[in-house]
Each structure stands twice: as structure tokens, then as C-alpha cells.
């Protein structure tokens, strides 16, 4: 079984720019979370979503919004870039919301 | 609100030796427990999890992990470690009811000596 994909990998953008990034979860899993991992602030939530709802949202400003689709994939969205959105943004999914997360290798944002 | 701590930033042990990292967290009831290790540019992969019955729970590459409800810890265990278990480790709980998301530790970084 294919295991949690996020595209692109690397992104590099300007500051006030926006950016949207891609997950497609394990196949039949229906809860994809999404997490921020920084050196300074470590690995924090930013949502949950199942079944296309958000369930769960973290202490992420506003700019910070995500949606999931029919086919259980999930993208987010950051707009008006800062310098301090630039983290590695992993993706994880899970058969239901009471199940283990399993993660994908991360898109690494850079923002100049 | 819960939290978990990790207190050793960085561990260094020999090929072959025993490890042990630690791991304490806190809330009010048991949580679920995991344990993630991170690669270098990698996403976490999922050694062992705790959601109930027996404490000593068994994982992949030769981890185990002990949930002591009296010490509020979860530490991971492996006997003799290889080379390639070199890596971040993180230990993770997560609440029951509506809010499912994972709450991380800061990490240990564990570095192997030939």
C-alpha cells in the first residue's frame, strides 16, 4: 500500500506571496492532520480534517487554511508569506481519527 | 492543557550498547502514547504505540516502550542499538474525545559511535 504523499516537496516563495500544498493520504484512510515542524517551536498542529470538515485546529493565525476534498486528499494554503512560515509542513493520515497518524516526508518551504 | 518532555536533547551511545530515552507527559487521564523517529529531510515514521492493556508494548526495528502510569512516562528501550538507528525521536500523546491531534515532545537527537 502507498504510503502518505505530499507534493511538492521543496518550495521556495517570497514574502506575501501564497503557497498551496498537497497531501494524499494512504489509501481508505479518511483523517488527514497537518503539522508544522520548525528548529525553534519543534512539531505543532495546525488542522484535522475528516470526511471534508475541519474537526480540530490549532493556534495557527488565519492565514493558515486547508480543505479536504471527496477523494479524502487534503491541501493548505498560507497566504501572505512571513519569514517565519518557513518549515518543513508534514501531512498525516489515519483510517479514522481514533487511529495512529502516519506520516508523509514533508514539503520544505523556504520563504526569502 | 497536556504536554510532553523529552529532558535529553541528545544522546550519544556506542554500536552495540543498550538505549534508553526518556519520556514524561502530562494529563489528567491516560492518553494515547506514541513514538516517532525522524531522518534527516524524512517525515516521522511510527515505531510503537500505547492505547491500552499491556505496558510493555513492542515496535518496529527492535524498540519496545514502558508506560508507567505512577511515573507518567513512556521511555523507549532497544537493546543494542545499529548504526542506522541514528535519527530524531519523538515521543507523542494524544487525548481521547474530540481533540485527537498529536502533542510532540522536543525530540532527542540520538547519535551512534562506531
Known amino acids: 500500500k502507498a504510503g502518505v504523499t505530499q507534493t511538492p516537496r521543496y518550495l521556495i516563495k517570497t514574502r506575501g506571496q501564497q503557497v498551496t500544498l498537497s497531501c494524499s493520504p494512504i489509501?481508505?484512510?479518511?483523517?488527514v492532520s497537518w503539522y508544522q515542524q520548525t528548529p525553534g517551536q519543534g512539531l505543532q498542529f495546525l488542522f484535522e480534517?475528516?470526511?471534508?470538515?475541519?474537526?480540530n485546529k490549532g493556534n495557527f493565525p488565519g492565514r493558515f487554511s486547508g480543505r479536504q476534498f471527496s477523494n479524502s486528499r487534503s491541501e493548505m494554503n498560507v497566504s501572505t508569506l512571513e519569514l517565519g512560515d518557513s518549515a518543513l509542513y508534514l501531512c498525516?493520515?489515519?483510517?479514522?481519527?481514533?487511529?495512529?497518524?502516519?506520516f508523509g516526508p514533508g514539503t520544505r518551504l523556504t520563504v526569502l | 492543557a497536556q504536554s510532553v518532555t523529552q529532558p535529553d536533547i541528545h544522546i550519544t551511545v556506542s554500536e552495540g550498547a543498550s538505549l534508553e530515552l526518556r519520556c514524561n507527559y502530562s494529563?489528567?487521564?491516560?492518553?494515547?502514547l506514541f513514538w516517532y523517529v525522524q531522518s534527516p529531510g524524512q517525515g516521522l515514521q511510527l515505531l510503537l504505540k500505547?492505547?491500552?492493556?499491556?505496558?510493555l508494548v513492542q515496535g518496529i526495528k527492535g524498540f519496545e516502550a514502558e508506560f508507567k502510569r505512577s511515573q507518567s512516562s513512556f521511555n523507549l528501550r532497544k537493546p543494542s542499538v545499529h548504526w542506522s538507528d541514528a535519527a530524531e525521536y519523538f515521543c507523542?500523546?494524544?487525548?481521547?474525545?474530540?481533540?485527537?491531534?498529536?502533542?510532540f515532545g522536543s525530540g532527542t537527537q540520538l547519535t551512534v559511535l562506531p
Open positions: 498525516a493520515s489515519s483510517f479514522t481519527s481514533d487511529n495512529e497518524q502516519f
Open positions: 489509501s481508505g484512510h479518511r483523517s
Open positions: 480534517y475528516f470526511s471534508e470538515t475541519q474537526r
Open positions: 494529563y489528567g487521564a491516560t492518553p494515547y
Open positions: 500505547y492505547f491500552s492493556g499491556d505496558t
Open positions: 507523542a500523546v494524544r487525548r481521547g474525545g474530540s481533540a485527537r491531534q498529536l502533542t
